[in-house]
Each structure stands twice: as structure tokens, then as C-alpha cells.
């Protein structure tokens, strides 16, 4: 793909200081641009990288100006660094179809414009709507729903009666539907509590490779719309997750906790289960939370509690080798024992 700073600038709804005629042929970071690469900068730091670059133009900030590039100014830089990079390397297209080696139920219903990879497995009364995706080596268990130009990457299961909406992202080795872990203990042994719920995957959801869903005991498991979730996640069953929240590697939700919008868990925390975290809360990495968290709070630590208590605590930790040696100073003064 050829095209002009110009033309670059209008597709980012920005603008072009210098040369608006330049022209650019991929995208590459500063320390790996060649001519006719498009790179980005969003502090003095990298836009010093940048503009010693090969690098033929940068997108950068609107305080940015260069005397030996042409820089496209824009609001927000990694957010036109995203969309810049969608430019130069488009998804592969798919053609629509069906591969030989897939077994579909006959009573499932498959878009002809869906493409069906090597090795997919569909259930009966499965319904695969427009533009879907199916790679490789996919099993969808009976009932199960995916909505319009939703990509399932390859080894995904999706268990009976799950329902995945449209454009969600689904990486290899995820796993949606399982059991949830539910048993009651009954003379000496752990009976088994049947699972019979189902998953529920909004729109534009996209979910890291090998994460888990576990499908809720009665009810249903819950991700909200927009929701991006990391690789090795698991989430417990009945939970509920709003819309448009980040969850990081490792996360570990335990079961019928409610999460609600644009709240952010870094990576490796853990939600102890039945909990009810609000909106537009954010948990620090490595957090274990075991009590519900209100809407717009930072919290972290084991247990996790509130960012300014926890920081406090962590201070104080640092100083307690000091304060034992002033400890023993004194009782030694004293004529005191260890």
C-alpha cells in the first residue's frame, strides 16, 4: 500500500506540517524504520528517536515540529498509531465457506458468507451468523449462537448453549462454557454440583489465548460489551463483567462476583467470590481482594485495600529493618534483654 502524508493525515484527521506529498509505503517503530515508513512519537525522547530515523514521516502531538521530516500532528498520537498501523496491515480477508474435513450438525445454520476452517466441529441447532470466522480445529457444542464477523482463532471450545456476539475476538485455546467448580462435600467425598447455566459474550469483545469462561451453575456467566480480556484469565462461574473493562494476565474472578463498567484489573489479581466491585474501579497487580470496592476507587495489596492505605502500610514495611536496629540500640542502653 502507497500512499501520501497527506492522504495519511486525512485518515487520522490530522494534519501535515512539512511535506504533504511524501510518500509512505508501511509503518515500522523508530529503531526499525526504513524510507517509506510511517513511525510515531509521543514524547521529546521518542520523537528525538524518530527524527534521527530512516523513518520517512512521524505521527506526533501538535508541540512536535521538525526541520528534516514531515510530521502529521494529531490529538492523541497512540490512538492515531493504532489506526495507522490498521492501515498498513489490514486483517487477512477470508473467503467465505466451508472446509471438507468440517463436521456440521444438520440442523445448524451456517451464513454462506461465514468461513468454516479445517477441522471444525458445529452442534446441533448452532447458528453462525454473517462474516464469521472459524480458523481451525473449533468445536461448538448444540445451541451455541456466533454473531456477525466475530474471528475465533484456532482450538477454541465453545460449550452447549454459550452466546458469543458480533465482532468478538476469540484467540486460540480459549475456552468458553466449561463447568463451573461447584461441590458440596457429602461422607468423606465431593459430590458434584451440576452445572446447567450458559455464557453470554457481548459485542466487540475480544478474549485473550487460553482464558477460560466457566458457564454459570443455574443462571448465566456475563461479559459486557467492549470488554477486553488478557491471555490466562479465568472467570469464575455466575459472574457478571460490564462493558468496556481491561482485565490483565492471570486474573482469577471466583464465582457470582459483579463487576461493573470500565473498571481495570491489572495483572494477577484475584476476586474472591460473591463480591460486588463498582464502576470504574481499578485494582493494582498482584491485588487479593476480599471485599466489595465502590464505584471510582484504586485499590491494591494482599488483602487489597484502598491505594492510599495500602501505600502507607508498604512504607512502613520498608521501615521496620531501621526501626528494630534503633529497638535493640536502646534496650542495649537500657541494659534491657533481646
Same mark, same amino acid.
Given at each position: 500500500?502507497?500512499?501520501?502524508?497527506?492522504?495519511?493525515?486525512? =485518515?487520522?484527521?490530522? %494534519?501535515?506540517?512539512?511535506?504533504?506529498? !511524501?510518500?509512505? *509505503?508501511?509503518? +515500522?517503530? @523508530?529503531?526499525? #524504520?526504513?524510507?517509506?515508513? =510511517?513511525?510515531?512519537? %509521543?514524547?521529546?525522547?521518542?520523537?528525538? !528517536?524518530?527524527? *534521527?530515523?530512516? +523513518?520517512? @514521516?512521524?505521527? #506526533?502531538?501538535?508541540?512536535?515540529?521538525?526541520?528534516?521530516?514531515?510530521?502529521?500532528?494529531?490529538?492523541?498520537?497512540?490512538?492515531?498509531? +493504532?489506526? @495507522?498501523?490498521?492501515?498498513?496491515?489490514?486483517?487477512?480477508?477470508?473467503?467465505?465457506?466451508?472446509?471438507?474435513?468440517?463436521?456440521?450438525?444438520?440442523?445448524?445454520?451456517?451464513?454462506?458468507?461465514?468461513?468454516?476452517?479445517?477441522?471444525?466441529?458445529?452442534?446441533?441447532?448452532?447458528?453462525?451468523?454473517?462474516?464469521?470466522?472459524?480458523?481451525?480445529?473449533?468445536?461448538?457444542?448444540?445451541?451455541?449462537?456466533?454473531?456477525e464477523e466475530t474471528n475465533i482463532f484456532p482450538n477454541v471450545t465453545l460449550y452447549p448453549r454459550t452466546q458469543v456476539g458480533k465482532r468478538v475476538r476469540l484467540h486460540a485455546g480459549v475456552v468458553i462454557g466449561a463447568d463451573g467448580f461447584g461441590y458440596v462435600f457429602d461422607a468423606g467425598v465431593h459430590r458434584k454440583?451440576?452445572?446447567?447455566?450458559?455464557?453470554?459474550?457481548?459485542?466487540?469483545?475480544?478474549?485473550?489465548?487460553?482464558?477460560?469462561?466457566?458457564?454459570?451453575?443455574?443462571?448465566?456467566?456475563?461479559?459486557?460489551?467492549?470488554?477486553?480480556?488478557?491471555n490466562l484469565v479465568q472467570v469464575g462461574h455466575n459472574v457478571e463483567i460490564g462493558e468496556h473493562c481491561i482485565f490483565c494476565a492471570q486474573v482469577g474472578i471466583s464465582g457470582s462476583t459483579k463487576i461493573g463498567n470500565y473498571t481495570v484489573l491489572a495483572g494477577q489479581v484475584g476476586l474472591a467470590g460473591h463480591l460486588?466491585?463498582?464502576?470504574?474501579?481499578?485494582?493494582?497487580?498482584?491485588?487479593?481482594?476480599?471485599?466489595?470496592?465502590?464505584?471510582?476507587?484504586?485499590?491494591?495489596?494482599?488483602?487489597?485495600?484502598?491505594?492510599?492505605?495500602?501505600?502507607?502500610?508498604?512504607?512502613?514495611?520498608?521501615?521496620?529493618?531501621?526501626?528494630?536496629?534503633?529497638?535493640?540500640?536502646?534496650?542495649?542502653?537500657?541494659?534491657?534483654?533481646?
Amino acid at each position: 500500500m502507497t500512499l501520501t502524508t497527506a492522504e495519511i493525515a486525512k =485518515l487520522l484527521a490530522g %494534519e501535515v506540517l512539512g511535506d504533504a506529498t !511524501a510518500t509512505l *509505503t508501511g509503518f +515500522a517503530m @523508530a529503531e526499525n #524504520a526504513k524510507p517509506g515508513d =510511517l513511525t510515531f512519537a %509521543e514524547t521529546e525522547e521518542y520523537f528525538v !528517536a524518530a527524527e *534521527t530515523s530512516a +523513518a520517512t @514521516a512521524i505521527i #506526533a502531538g501538535k508541540q512536535f515540529t521538525s526541520a528534516s521530516k514531515p510530521v502529521i500532528h494529531v490529538a492523541n498520537p497512540r490512538l492515531a498509531f +493504532a489506526k @495507522a498501523v490498521a492501515i498498513f496491515f489490514p486483517e487477512p480477508k477470508v473467503a467465505a465457506g466451508i472446509h471438507p474435513s468440517a463436521v456440521i450438525a444438520a440442523s445448524a445454520q451456517v451464513d454462506p458468507t461465514a468461513h468454516i476452517g479445517p477441522h471444525c466441529v458445529l452442534g446441533e441447532r448452532v447458528k453462525i451468523g454473517a462474516h464469521v470466522v472459524l480458523q481451525s480445529g473449533i468445536a461448538i457444542g448444540d445451541d451455541a449462537t456466533v454473531g456477525e464477523e466475530t474471528n475465533i482463532f484456532p482450538n477454541v471450545t465453545l460449550y452447549p448453549r454459550t452466546q458469543v456476539g458480533k465482532r468478538v475476538r476469540l484467540h486460540a485455546g480459549v475456552v468458553i462454557g466449561a463447568d463451573g467448580f461447584g461441590y458440596v462435600f457429602d461422607a468423606g467425598v465431593h459430590r458434584k454440583v451440576p452445572q446447567i447455566g450458559s455464557v453470554v459474550i457481548g459485542d466487540d469483545v475480544e478474549i485473550g489465548a487460553n482464558t477460560t469462561v466457566d458457564r454459570g451453575a443455574l443462571g448465566k456467566t456475563v461479559i459486557g460489551k467492549g470488554t477486553k480480556i488478557d491471555n490466562l484469565v479465568q472467570v469464575g462461574h455466575n459472574v457478571e463483567i460490564g462493558e468496556h473493562c481491561i482485565f490483565c494476565a492471570q486474573v482469577g474472578i471466583s464465582g457470582s462476583t459483579k463487576i461493573g463498567n470500565y473498571t481495570v484489573l491489572a495483572g494477577q489479581v484475584g476476586l474472591a467470590g460473591h463480591l460486588k466491585i463498582g464502576n470504574q474501579v481499578t485494582i493494582g497487580s498482584k491485588s487479593g481482594v476480599m471485599h466489595n470496592i465502590p464505584d471510582g476507587e484504586k485499590w491494591l495489596g494482599i488483602p487489597a485495600q484502598p491505594d492510599k492505605q495500602a501505600k502507607r502500610i508498604m512504607i512502613a514495611m520498608q521501615r521496620l529493618p531501621d526501626l528494630f536496629k534503633k529497638i535493640a540500640a536502646w534496650e542495649k542502653k537500657l541494659g534491657g534483654n533481646e
